[in-house]
Nanobody
């Protein structure tokens, strides 16, 4: 069974940094697009950043561009989110997301992690 396990959330002061990690575990054939979403209090879940497998092409939400960096280590089946210059409005539950092909004969499915809380104090 495929699982995405996140780590690295916590409490940080405004201007500080955090690094989130998400590792895919279980048996699978291939991981394609990986990304991070977040859901703040009373808000809808939104895309923060994504990264493709082969070329490492990245995409960022306008609100985090220049402050957050997404990267991945395909050998470790892991995606990272380096968050710098954090603001109180970055406070949210951050979710890892990935398109994973379980076997060569199955179609790619979308998976979510359980979420990790990031709280930025002013």
């Amino acid at each position: 069974q495929v699982q995405l396990v996140e780590s690295g959330g916590g409490l940080v002061q405004a201007g500080g940094s955090l690094r989130l990690s998400c590792t895919a575990s279980g048996r699978f054939f291939n991981i394609d697009l990986m990304g991070w979403y977040r859901q703040g209090p009373g808000k809808q879940r939104e895309l923060v950043a994504s990264i493709t497998r082969l070329r490492g092409t990245t995409n960022y939400a306008r609100s985090v561009k220049g402050r957050f960096t997404i990267s991945r280590d395909n050998a470790k089946n892991t995606v990272y989110l380096q968050m710098n210059s954090l603001k109180p409005e970055d406070t949210a539950v951050y979710y890892c997301n990935a398109d994973i092909q379980p076997t060569t004969w199955e179609r790619t499915s979308n998976y979510w992690g359980q979420g990790t809380q990031v709280t930025v104090s002013s």
